[in-house]
């Protein structure tokens, strides 16, 4: 479709930086250019109809890191990198909360639980307690954020399950809501959000930036910032970001539903929260590695038996529910557990790779990334 003088003149004219993807991080960005300089033109381009990835399509936990997830993390990362990113994480959801306000995003700071079958996973994370409490008092100030919970076990529900550690200062979020309000702060703040139109690539011609749509015209820009995340290859072919897809499923409500907060299970490999009285239940990626390296949104019949699986026996054992929803969304993820933040080439930024904590640094990674841009303009 060729473009008509009064569109290319309104919405694709002048723009001097170009957020390229609609999730939380290319709108965080695009809020900060415009918090940092309200003069400058910025829109956002957004190839779904939606924001199509994962901003839409999470878990919507509030959370910084299991006892597993950081035992894991320690194998490979020193306790500075570790705590300093699990400060990231806590920041990055007071961010969060404070742009746009509990109510708008449903937050409620049920804590957080992780659910262990097995001792010798429950032993280890209790010979690291104390020391996590102590990292986390000087983050948080909270004196013990990690404690045993064992006695909430009959509360939930679970079968097989033997052993809890509580979160105390994990939450959850409604995603739809938050990313509802977002949008609407962002367009408030005067940035044009198009959706529906891909970018295919970019090119540089006489000191501006030429991005290539998938219809039949293209945009000039002095900046552009590339926020695709698990899509970012198709733009940034060498860059070490990789579609990671994660299954979800979420059931009619249950009335009384017993299962209250949020909940990990093996590394955070699984994950389940109550949506009012749903029950959502996401992972089991561990499960199918290759398959799940694809940016194709479709479900994965292996893993969403496995769900099924531990759904009924574990997790919401002798009751009666329905499974209202399946779907599946696109994380970025690497060879390390850190967001990229750079720039490309001349004129050209990106921000992507958020693994499975976008919505915990999210915030903050866009600021930064308008802060870089900002720098540079
Ligand atoms: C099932 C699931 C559960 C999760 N649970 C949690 C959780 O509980 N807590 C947490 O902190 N994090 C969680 N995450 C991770 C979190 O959702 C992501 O890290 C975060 O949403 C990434 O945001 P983003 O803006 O970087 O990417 P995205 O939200 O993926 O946004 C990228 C956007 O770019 C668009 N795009 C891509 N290519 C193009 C192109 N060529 N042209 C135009 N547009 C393009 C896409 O359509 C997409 O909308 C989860 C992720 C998934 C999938």
């Known amino acids: 479709m060729q473009l008509s003088f009064w569109e290319k003149d309104r919405f694709f004219t002048g723009i001097d930086v170009l957020v390229v993807g609609s999730g939380i991080v290319g709108l965080n960005a695009a809020l900060g250019l415009k918090k940092k300089a309200p003069s400058l033109h910025v829109a956002v381009?957004?190839?779904?109809?939606?924001?199509?990835?994962?901003?839409?399509?999470?878990?919507?936990f509030a959370c910084f890191g299991s006892c597993t997830e950081l035992i894991d993390d320690l194998k490979t990362n020193s306790e500075n990198d570790v705590f300093a990113l699990v400060e990231r994480r806590y920041r990055g959801l007071k961010r969060l909360r404070e742009n746009l306000g509990d109510e708008a995003i449903?937050?409620?700071?049920?804590?957080?639980?992780?659910?262990?079958?097995?001792?010798?996973?429950?032993?280890?994370?209790?010979?690291?307690?104390?020391?996590?409490?102590?990292?986390?008092?000087?983050?948080?100030?909270?004196?013990?954020?990690?404690?045993?919970?064992?006695?909430?076990?009959?509360?939930?529900?679970f079968s097989?399950?033997?052993?809890?550690?509580?979160?105390?200062?994990?939450?959850?979020?409604?995603?739809?809501?938050?990313?509802?309000?977002?949008?609407?702060k962002v367009s408030r703040s005067g940035v044009k959000i198009i959706n529906g139109l891909g970018i295919n690539s970019f090119s540089q011609e006489s000191g501006k930036v030429v991005v290539h749509t998938d219809q039949d015209f293209s945009i000039s820009c002095r900046r552009l910032l590339i926020c695709t995340n698990g899509f970012a290859r198709q733009l940034l072919p060498d860059y070490d970001v990789e579609p990671a897809r994660a299954q979800v499923l979420i059931t009619k409500p249950i009335p009384g539903l017993r299962?209250?907060?949020?909940?990990?299970?093996?590394?955070?490999?699984?994950?389940?929260?109550?949506?009012?009285?749903?029950?959502?239940?996401?992972?089991?990626?561990?499960?199918?590695?290759?398959?799940e390296k694809t940016t194709d949104m479709s479900l994965n019949p292996l893993i969403q038996d496995r769900l099924e699986h531990l759904l009924s026996g574990m997790i919401l054992p002798g009751v009666n529910y329905e499974i209202e929803q399946?779907?599946?969304?696109?994380?970025?993820?690497?060879?390390?557990?850190?967001?990229?933040?750079?720039?490309?080439?001349?004129?050209?930024?990106?921000?992507?790779?958020?693994?499975?904590?976008?919505?915990?640094?999210?915030?903050?990674?866009?600021?930064?990334?308008?802060?870089?841009?900002?720098?540079?303009?």
């Open 326 to 377: 399946r779907w599946s969304g696109i994380m970025g993820v690497g060879s390390r557990k850190s967001s990229i933040v750079q720039p490309v080439q001349e004129n050209v930024f990106c921000a992507v790779r958020m693994g499975g904590m976008g919505v915990a640094i999210g915030s903050l990674v866009g600021e930064d990334a308008a802060e870089m841009v900002i720098k540079s303009v």
């Open 45 to 60: 381009i957004e190839r779904g109809i939606l924001p199509s990835g994962a901003s839409t399509r999470n878990a919507g």
């Open 106 to 157: 449903r937050f409620e700071g049920n804590g957080g639980y992780e659910v262990f079958d097995e001792e010798p996973a429950y032993a280890e994370c209790l010979d690291h307690i104390a020391d996590f409490n102590r990292h986390m008092k000087a983050i948080t100030g909270a004196g013990e954020t990690y404690r045993r919970a064992d006695e909430d076990i009959s509360r939930f529900g």
């Open 259 to 291: 299962v209250q907060g949020t909940f990990h299970y093996q590394k955070g490999y699984y994950y389940f929260r109550n949506v009012g009285e749903r029950l959502l239940f996401g992972g089991g990626r561990n499960m199918d590695f290759a398959n």
């Open 160 to 184: 097989g399950v033997n052993h809890l550690i509580l979160n105390t200062a994990e939450g959850q979020i409604d995603t739809g809501r938050m990313m509802d309000a977002l949008i609407e």
